[in-house]
């Protein structure tokens, strides 16, 4: 069975800072991996998609990297902003077509 | 990138009703959809894996009879509460793939008086 870990549970930073969220699965045979923003009370923003082939991927100020034979993802938020405070998931595919397990998730809160 | 809508996006009711979920996939044909739900402050879980034409899949410790999911055409999959109690209050949501990549409806937020 496939478990997805997020570490840390909850982040504070200021304004302007550089951060890394963490990712961890114990079942590497997966053929992609998503992080998803979630807003309070909100349902979920697709940030990027990482399939298996690739070691990462950019879109603007976040990057995502997988390692798939370590069982790890990372993504890394440049310059941070305070709307960037919100829940972050991350998913991978768990055991079946489609379906996918979600991480614990980082609660991330940017101080202005 | 592809589209998948639900709706209500929001519903209160009282305890003992039952409440039906929409969740379209609109620019693409979807035969599995998946439901999620999310209690406070935690995250998805699986509850059960909708099939079009066929009955759906729950996972572990899903009431079948409690949570009914209905797929009856290629762009529409239904969960329905039924009899909700307070204890069914939460955000459920929706996905739908396409090719190997998953798009999530916008959720719905369930509120049992």
């Known amino acids: 069975k496939q478990e997805v870990t997020q570490i840390p549970a909850a982040l504070s930073v200021p304004e302007g800072e550089n951060l890394v969220l963490n990712c961890s699965f114990t079942?590497?045979?997966?053929?992609?991996l998503q992080w998803f923003r979630q807003d309070p009370g909100k349902g979920l923003t697709s940030l990027l998609l990482?399939?298996?082939?690739?070691r990462e991927q950019t879109s603007g100020r976040l990057n995502a990297s997988l390692d798939k034979s370590s069982g790890r993802s990372t993504l890394y938020i440049a310059a941070s902003q305070p709307g960037d405070s919100a829940t972050y998931l991350c998913?991978?595919?768990?055991?079946?077509?489609?379906?996918?397990?979600f991480g614990t998730g980082t609660k991330l809160q940017v101080i202005p | 990138g592809a589209v998948v809508s639900q709706h209500p996006s929001r519903v209160i009711c009282k305890s003992g009703t039952s409440v039906k979920i929409e969740c379209r996939s609109l620019?693409?044909?979807?035969?599995?959809m998946f439901w999620y739900r999310q209690f406070p402050k935690k995250s998805l879980m699986l509850m059960a894996t909708?099939?079009?034409?066929?009955?759906?899949?729950?996972e572990q410790g899903v009431e079948k009879d409690k949570f009914l999911i209905n797929h009856a055409s290629l762009t529409l999959s239904t969960l329905t509460v039924t009899s909700a109690h307070p204890e069914d209050s939460s955000f459920y949501i929706c996905?739908?793939?396409?090719?190997?990549?998953?798009?999530f409806g916008p959720g719905t937020r369930l509120t049992v008086l």
């Open positions: 620019d693409f044909q979807a035969t599995t």
């Open positions: 990482i399939q298996s082939s690739q």
């Open positions: 996905s739908a793939g396409q090719g190997n990549e998953q798009f």
């Open positions: 998913a991978v595919p768990s055991g079946g077509y489609q379906k996918v397990t």
């Open positions: 079942d590497s045979a997966i053929y992609n």
């Open positions: 909708s099939n079009e034409g066929s009955k759906a899949t729950y």
